[in-house]
C-alpha cells in the first residue's frame, strides 16, 4: 500500500465506461451506496474493517505518466480522454461506518458522492479493499466468540494468499479480536502484538527433546513456549517440559508467561491428560495453547469436551475464512442529483428479491434499547431524517410490512452509523490505531444479544427502512412494473 499506485487496481469496464461518461459529457454528481446482501458464514452480524486502506487509496489516487502510456498502448482510448486522466484527483464525499462496527446486510458500509466519472473508478479498489478485511474480521470475531475468554492468536501468514492478504488479513484479524498475530511485518506496520514460538525443525535440530527444550528457554526464559508433540506428547515432551520448567525455578528464574503447545492429535484429551502432569508437578499457571487446523467449530468442540487448552492458535481457516471465501459486497448506484441539487432516487430491479436496491441518498441510525444498551434495529433513512427519541417510533419489517415494533419514546437511543470521510476531495477523518479499532470492536460485540452472537443459527438483527424511504422504494417499483406492461 505504501509503495505502489494502486490507481490502475480498477476492471476495465470501470475505464471504458468513464470514457463514455466523458465523451457525451454526461459527468452528473450521483450516489453510490457499498453495502452487502448477507452474512458470511451464516452469522449474525458482521464487522466493518479496511476503512483506513481505502483512504490512503483515495488520498493516491492519480494516474501516472506510466498509467496513462499503458492505457493509451491498449489504443482504446481517445487522446483528450487520456489528457483528462493525466489531471485526474478524487473531487467528491464519501461516507463511511467506522472500522470495528458491527455491521448488517443491506445497509450502506461507505457511501460516495460524486461526479459519476470518479464515482465509477474508485468502485473496483473500494469492493476489494473493504470485502476482504470485512470478511477476515468478522470470521475472526466468529472464532473469537467460541474461544470465550481464552486469547486468539492468527497464524495464517503462510496459508494466505499472498502478502497482502497475509498482511492485511492479519490487520482485520486484530480487529475482530485476535490478542496477537505471528505476522512480525505486521507488527511493525500496525503497532500490534505479535507471538510465536518453535517450529518441530527446532526440536529435530538438536540430538535430544530436552535439550532443545533447555536451548529454547534459556534465551527466552520470560516467553517459554515449548512444542511438545515431536516424538511423543505424554511420554516425552510434556515430561521433558517440566522438567526444564524445574530447572528454570531452580536457577531463581521467575516462571511466568510460560507453557506447552499442542499442534497435532486428539487436543482434548492432550490437553487434559497434560493439565494434570503439570499441576501435580507445582506448574498450575502453566498455560497450554494448541494449533492445527482450528477454527471457531473445533474450538466450540474442544471446549465442550472439557479441553484444557487457553490459547488457540488459527491460521489457515481464519487468514483465508475457509467455509467461506468471499465477503460479497456489491456497489450500486442510488441517486442521480438533478440541476436543482436535488438527488432523485434510483433504483435497480430484479428477479431477485434480495438484489433489488434501497433508491437514494440515504443515512443510517442504530437503534439501542435504552435499559440494556443493546442493538434494537437499524433503520435506514434519507439522509434529512431526523429522529426524536422521546416520540415513539414504529418500526416495521420492509419485506413482510406486517411485522411491526412500536418503541415507546424515551425507551430507545440512536446514532447515526455513517461519518464523513472525504469533503470535496479533502479527507477530514482521523483514522484511530488498529489498537483503538479493535478495543472499539470488542465494545461493539457487547451491544448484541447473545443470541445473535451465536455460531448456530443466530438471531437475525432486522435492518428496517424509515417510511418515508419505504413509499419511495414503493413508488419506485410500481412505475417500474407499469412501464413493462
Known amino acids: 500500500m505504501n509503495t505502489r499506485n494502486l490507481t490502475l487496481l480498477t476492471d476495465l469496464y470501470e475505464l471504458t465506461m468513464m470514457q463514455g461518461y466523458f465523451e457525451s459529457g454526461a459527468n452528473d454528481v450521483v450516489v453510490f451506496d457499498m453495502f452487502f446482501r448477507s452474512n458470511p458464514c451464516n452469522n449474525g452480524y458482521s464487522i466493518a474493517a479496511g476503512l483506513e486502506q481505502v483512504i490512503e487509496y483515495i488520498k493516491d489516487l492519480n494516474f501516472s505518466y506510466e498509467d496513462v502510456e499503458y492505457l493509451r498502448s491498449l489504443n482504446i482510448f481517445s487522446e483528450d480522454f487520456l489528457h483528462y486522466l493525466s489531471g485526474f484527483h478524487f473531487s467528491g464525499n464519501i461516507y463511511a461506518i467506522p472500522e470495528g462496527t458491527v455491521i448488517f446486510p443491506k445497509e450502506p458500509l461507505i457511501k460516495v458522492i460524486a461526479p459519476i466519472m470518479e464515482a465509477q473508478l474508485v468502485e473496483t479498489a473500494i469492493l476489494n479493499i473493504i470485502n476482504h478485511q470485512s470478511l477476515i474480521a468478522t470470521k475472526t470475531a466468529r472464532v473469537a466468540f467460541a474461544a470465550g475468554t481464552d486469547r486468539v492468536l492468527e497464524f495464517g501468514l503462510r496459508r494466505a494468499q499472498g502478502p497482502d492478504a497475509g498482511l492485511y488479513g492479519a490487520r482485520a484479524a486484530m480487529i475482530g479480536g485476535c490478542s496477537a498475530t505471528s505476522n512480525v511485518l505486521a507488527g511493525k506496520e500496525f503497532g500490534v502484538a505479535i507471538s510465536g514460538t518453535h517450529a518441530h525443525s527446532w526440536i529435530m535440530s538438536f540430538p535430544d527433546e530436552y535439550t532443545a527444550f533447555k536451548k529454547y528457554a534459556d534465551l527466552y526464559p520470560n516467553t517459554c513456549c515449548l512444542l511438545v508433540d515431536t516424538y511423543d506428547t505424554l511420554k516425552s515432551g510434556v515430561p521433558n517440559a517440566i522438567r526444564v520448567f524445574k530447572e528454570m525455578r531452580e536457577s531463581g528464574i521467575e516462571l511466568k508467561n510460560y507453557g506447552i503447545r499442542l499442534d497435532s492429535g486428539d487436543l482434548a484429551y492432550l490437553s487434559k491428560k497434560a493439565r494434570k502432569m503439570l499441576d ?41 475464512s475457509k467455509d467461506c471465501p468471499s465477503f460479497g459486497g456489491v456497489y450500486k448506484l442510488a441517486a442521480i442529483c438533478n440541476k436543482d441539487g436535488e438527488f432523485i432516487p434510483k433504483i435497480k430491479l430484479s428477479e431477485n428479491t434480495e438484489k433489488i436496491t434501497n433508491p437514494g441518498n440515504k443515512t443510517i441510525f442504530r437503534i439501542y434499547e435504552k435499559e440494556t444498551g443493546k442493538i434494537k434495529a437499524d433503520l435506514i433513512c434519507f439522509a434529512d431524517e431526523v429522529i426524536d427519541c422521546q416520540e415513539d417510533l414504529l418500526l416495521f419489517d420492509p419485506v413482510d410490512t406486517w411485522k411491526k415494533t412500536l418503541l415507546k419514546g424515551g425507551t430507545y437511543e440512536v446514532r447515526e452509523l455513517l461519518k464523513p470521510i472525504f469533503i470535496n476531495g479533502a479527507c477530514v477523518y482521523d483514522t484511530p490505531s488498529v489498537i483503538e479499532i479493535a478495543d472499539y470492536c470488542r465494545k461493539e460485540k457487547e451491544t448484541l444479544w447473545d443470541e445473535t452472537k451465536r455460531l448456530f443459527y443466530p438471531h437475525r438483527v432486522y435492518v428496517d427502512l424509515s417510511e418515508k424511504l419505504y413509499t419511495v422504494k414503493k413508488d419506485l417499483l410500481n412505475q417500474m412494473s407499469l412501464k413493462e406492461q
Not at 492445527?292 to 488457540?312: F, P, R, V
Open 280 to 320: 501435580n508437578a507445582g506448574f498450575e499457571d502453566a498455560y497450554i495453547s494448541a494449533s492445527n487446523d482450528l477454527d471457531e467449530y473445533l474450538i466450540h468442540d474442544l471446549k465442550m469436551q472439557g479441553a484444557t487448552i487457553t490459547s488457540w492458535g488459527v491460521g489457515t481457516h481464519l487468514i483465508t
